[in-house]
């Protein structure tokens, strides 16, 4: 849902083909509002993406490949280095803390820029966003990893 081009119209349509009471599960990005790290790295993602979108995808995976070892000293490094000093909840603030080896990463900035469209939202975001589809929520859970929901189909 994320990555579609019209995230109204694909709630609209998941929600018309819901038998009655039927319930959607789906995970969306967070946008993030409550951790100024990983909404500073939005902003840049938001920056990268925007030079991308022209490239073809070749290009975009050779970019995903090249950063790939920049992205993990900057970031999954010092998370792993503050995570030693006894600052876990600290660490898991940070964007891909969650990193084993430099390329284990990979396929998340794949998922990040190779896609032209990553939608981010709020509690009150989705809550819009389904209610104009004509789901209500059942389940949410937001986590430093994004939102995971489940959503009930009204009536």
Request: charged share 20%; hydrophobic share 40%; proline share 5%.
């Amino acid at each position: 849902i994320h990555h579609t081009q019209d995230p109204s119209q694909t709630i609209r349509e998941c929600s018309r083909v819901l038998k009655r009471n039927g319930v959607l599960i789906f995970y969306v990005y967070s946008n993030h509002m409550n951790n100024s790290i990983k909404r500073f790295g939005i902003i840049i993602e938001n920056q990268i993406m925007s030079f991308l979108l022209p490239f073809p995808y070749g290009v975009k995976f050779i970019f995903c490949i090249s950063i790939t070892p920049i992205i993990w000293i900057l970031f999954t490094c010092p998370a792993k280095i503050i995570k030693l000093f006894g600052f876990k909840s600290f660490s898991e603030k940070m964007p891909f803390h969650w990193g084993t080896t430099p390329f284990s990463i990979l396929p998340d900035l794949k998922d990040r820029f190779l896609a032209s469209v990553n939608h981010r939202y709020s509690e009150l975001s989705i809550k819009r966003l389904l209610n104009n589809g004509g789901l209500e929520i059942n389940n949410y859970i937001e986590d430093s990893t994004g939102i995971y929901i489940a959503a009930k189909k009204i009536g």
